[in-house]
């Protein structure tokens, strides 16, 4: 076991020197988190646009729209579906960039 976990902790070592170009962990690790935290956030950003071409407004203005009969039958399973997606994309986007101030 403890000559795979060192396989494993050295492969993971690599792949951040590749990836950063940096052979020390303490630099590589901080600037493949923001790239990582940066692709996230683009990710949803992406998604949260869908969502936003797809109804022609922003969330907010979806949940009263859902609320005063401007979406048509808002408790199907597709409109509920999309309100629970498009909630967590917007909520986890803050959460990334929150973190993502933690790494400045």
């Known amino acids: 076991m403890l000559t795979k976990s060192a396989t ?3 492969a993971v070592y690599e ?3 590749q990836v950063t170009g940096e052979t020390a ?8 988190l923001k790239n990582l935290l940066r692709y996230k956030k ?8 869908a969502f936003e071409k797809k109804y022609g407004m922003p969330l907010d203005e979806f ?6 009969g401007r ?3 808002p408790y199907s399973y597709e409109v509920e ?7 967590s ?14 790494l400045e």
Do not use: F, G, M, Y
């Not at 990710?43 to 646009?49: F, M, N, P, Q």
């Not at 994309?89 to 933690?102: F, N, S």
């Open 25 to 32: 962990t303490e630099a590589a690790l901080p600037i493949a």
């Open 8 to 10: 494993h902790q050295n």
């Open 71 to 73: 979406i048509k039958d």
């Open 42 to 49: 683009e990710t949803l950003r992406a998604k949260i646009s």
């Open 15 to 17: 792949v951040l020197r």
């Open 63 to 68: 949940d009263r729209a859902c609320l005063d």
């Open 89 to 102: 994309a917007v909520a986890e986007l803050k959460d990334t960039e929150e973190l993502e101030q933690w």
């Open 81 to 87: 579906s999309d309100d629970w997606d498009w909630d």
